[in-house]
C-alpha cells in the first residue's frame, strides 16, 4: 500500500521564534490532510541552523 509524506523544507535562522509560522502551517497541513482520509504524514526540515535536516525528516516519514 503506497502512502505519501510531505515534508516542509525551509532556510532556517538563528533566531527560534523563525519556525513558529511553519510549525502553525504544518499542523493545519496534518489536520487537513487527515480530514481527507489521509494519515496526516507532514513533517518540517531545515536547510540549515535548525533541526531537523532534510534527510532526517525524510528518515522520520519513512520510518
Known amino acids: 500500500m503506497a502512502t ?12 527560534v521564534r523563525w519556525r513558529e509560522p511553519f510549525e502553525r502551517l504544518a499542523a493545519k497541513l ?3 490532510r ?7 504524514r507532514v513533517r518540517l526540515a531545515f536547510l540549515e541552523l535548525m ?3 532534510l534527510p532526517t ?4 516519514l519513512v520510518a
Open 4 to 15: 505519501h509524506g510531505l515534508v516542509l523544507f525551509g532556510h532556517g535562522a538563528r533566531d
Open 51 to 53: 533541526q531537523p535536516d
Open 34 to 40: 487527515a480530514s481527507a482520509g489521509g494519515d496526516g
Open 57 to 60: 525528516a525524510i528518515g522520520e
Open 30 to 32: 496534518r489536520a487537513a
